[in-house]
């Protein structure tokens, strides 16, 4: 099995996600055991963790995410005095817990394109036709350009949390918002 990425290789030759090495900088005497703890924990688990999300999910980009997620959450355990509490079996559930999340957040964002997609305003309210261009413009999009228009903003979501939400890099993101909104101008002004 592949390793994931997201590692960080500390100079006595332990490997832990940047996340949780980022977490242990400057960690006083006392909390040495904690940091070998973790990477005791993450050296035996993390293939575990990484191929349970994979297998489900089919993406590495998403295995990868979800599994420096879990760990992060088991620092953030042994920072809080409750290392006892992280065991394999909490990783598992852990990783199909944050997995569950992700998937039902992609399906709200799906749930959300679609609505707008049909979205008209009701018959009472008066529109006017510049209001009707806008919405002709969002229909005419492609799905992956009105997601991240009306996650951006509609919903009002950073760019770091367009690209959470969608699964894809800042840069994709970024990139991804300029032809959205070169794709809208270029369709609001052939509407006029």
Request: hydrophobic letters at 40%; glycine letters at 4%.
């Amino acid at each position: 099995m592949n390793e994931i990425s997201v590692v960080f290789d500390t100079t006595d030759g332990k490997r832990l996600p940047t996340a949780i090495y980022a977490m242990m900088i400057d960690v006083s005497p006392d909390t040495k055991l904690f940091a070998e703890r973790l990477s005791e924990l993450f050296e035996a688990n993390v293939n575990r963790v990484h191929g349970f999300v994979l297998a489900r999910s089919g993406s590495r980009s998403l295995a990868e995410d979800v599994t420096g997620d879990v760990f992060v959450e088991a620092a953030r355990r042994f920072q809080e005095g409750r290392g006892s509490e992280v065991t394999p079996s909490w990783l598992m559930v852990v990783a199909r817990r944050r997995l569950i999340d992700r998937w039902r957040r992609a399906e709200s964002q799906r749930t959300r394109v679609r609505h707008l997609r049909r979205e008209r305003p009701p018959p009472d309210l008066e529109t006017s036709d510049r209001d009707e261009r806008v919405f002709q413009s969002l229909r005419s999009l492609p799905t992956r350009q009105l997601t991240a228009l009306s996650l951006r903003y509609l919903e009002g979501y950073s760019v770091a949390e367009v690209a959470d939400l969608m699964s894809v890099s800042y840069r994709t993101a970024e990139s991804l918002l300029a032809r959205a909104r070169v794709s809208f101008r270029r369709s609001y002004e052939g509407a006029r």
